[in-house]
């Protein structure tokens, strides 16, 4: 019987992505037949051995996966569990007797487009930054950025000791009191946009996302949400992987003086 990787089957499984997974395991969350896991890599036979999350077993068999798309508002936070009993996206979605969570996370003051799933796979792809799926934002900075303050932020800005990995930015709209920028990320840091923007001294004043990979917020109002199509979710699950091959050209090219 074919063995694989616990964070595949945990993954599959609809509990968390694998990187979720490898939090859990290092804080002693996960055992396998009664003996918690302590060493990575870890390989399971689905059908024999007994897999358990915080004493409670899981079902090794994939969970039927669901999918939604929220335009979330401001002032809903992107948790599981709030201490402030502030709304949360996941009371934004109809409850189908199964566990979602936000792909990614939108602070509170942000609004705009973040997935719900119980697909750990795919919370995986278009979470980390190895895959390279864009985000796309809209911004409304104090202030007028400058050209400078632009190339700044395509290079890359130091935040607490490490450059970010830049972003493709278009002015949208600029004055003396006001810039909009549409600003695209392959990385996600916490609040990254706002931090960037606040290092060059711009305070952002408004900031929405506004698309997921291929996915956009058009048609879906502030506050609404639909369920994705089977195409839109093959989709997602490509994304990025079209950048990445011509990132790796690119630096072939490069290295071969072409």
């Given at each position: 019987?074919?063995?694989?990787?616990?964070?595949?089957?945990?993954?599959?499984?609809?509990?968390?992505?694998?990187?979720?997974?490898?939090?859990?395991?290092?804080?002693?969350?996960?055992?396998?037949?009664?003996?918690?896991?302590?060493?990575?890599?870890?390989?399971?036979?689905?059908?024999?051995?007994?897999?358990?999350?915080?004493?409670?077993?899981?079902?090794?068999?994939?969970?039927?996966?669901?999918?939604?798309?929220?335009?979330?508002?401001?002032?809903?936070?992107?948790?599981?569990?709030?201490?402030?009993?502030?709304?949360?996206?996941?009371?934004?979605?109809?409850?189908?007797?199964?566990r979602?969570?936000?792909?990614?996370?939108?602070?509170?003051?942000?609004?705009?487009?973040?997935?719900?799933?119980?697909?750990?796979?795919?919370?995986?792809?278009?979470?980390?930054?190895?895959?390279?799926?864009?985000?796309?934002?809209?911004?409304?900075?104090?202030?007028?950025?400058?050209?400078?303050?632009?190339?700044?932020?395509?290079?890359?800005?130091?935040?607490?000791?490490?450059?970010?990995?830049?972003a493709?930015?278009?002015v949208?709209?600029?004055?003396?009191?006001?810039?909009?920028?549409?600003?695209?990320?392959?990385?996600?840091?916490?609040?990254?946009?706002?931090r960037?923007?606040?290092?060059?001294?711009?305070?952002?004043?408004?900031?929405?996302?506004?698309?997921?990979?291929?996915?956009?917020?058009?048609?879906?109002?502030?506050?609404?949400?639909?369920?994705?199509?089977?195409?839109?979710?093959?989709?997602?699950?490509?994304?990025?992987?079209?950048?990445?091959q011509?990132?790796?050209?690119?630096?072939?090219?490069?290295?071969?003086?072409?």
């Open positions: 019987m074919a063995k694989v990787r616990i964070h595949k089957l945990l993954a599959r499984a609809g509990v968390a992505s694998r990187r979720a997974v490898e939090e859990m395991i290092l804080d002693g969350r996960v055992s396998v037949n009664g003996r918690t896991v302590s060493e990575l890599p870890c390989f399971v036979e689905p059908e024999r051995d007994r897999v358990a999350v915080d004493g409670r077993p899981v079902n090794a068999r994939p969970e039927k996966h669901a999918y939604f798309l929220l335009n979330k508002p401001r002032g809903v936070v992107c948790t599981q569990r709030d201490p402030d009993g502030r709304p949360r996206a996941v009371d934004l979605v109809p409850k189908i007797g199964k979602v969570y936000c792909v990614g996370r939108l602070d509170a003051e942000t609004t705009g487009l973040i997935i719900l799933t119980n697909d750990g796979e795919l919370t995986e792809h278009v979470t980390h930054p190895s895959h390279g799926v864009v985000k796309t934002y809209v911004a409304q900075a104090d202030g007028r950025v400058t050209g400078g303050a632009i190339e700044r932020l395509k290079k890359g800005v130091h935040l607490a000791g490490a450059r970010t990995a830049g493709g930015v278009t949208l709209k600029r004055s003396d009191k006001a810039t909009m920028l549409q600003l695209k990320l392959w990385e996600g840091r916490n609040r990254e946009i706002r960037m923007l606040a290092r060059l001294g711009h305070k952002v004043r408004r900031l929405k996302r506004t698309a997921i990979g291929p996915i956009t917020d058009r048609g879906l109002k502030i506050g609404s949400f639909r369920v994705l199509t089977p195409g839109e979710v093959a989709k997602l699950k490509q994304a990025g992987r079209e950048t990445q011509k990132g790796g050209r690119a630096r072939r090219e490069r290295r071969h003086g072409r």
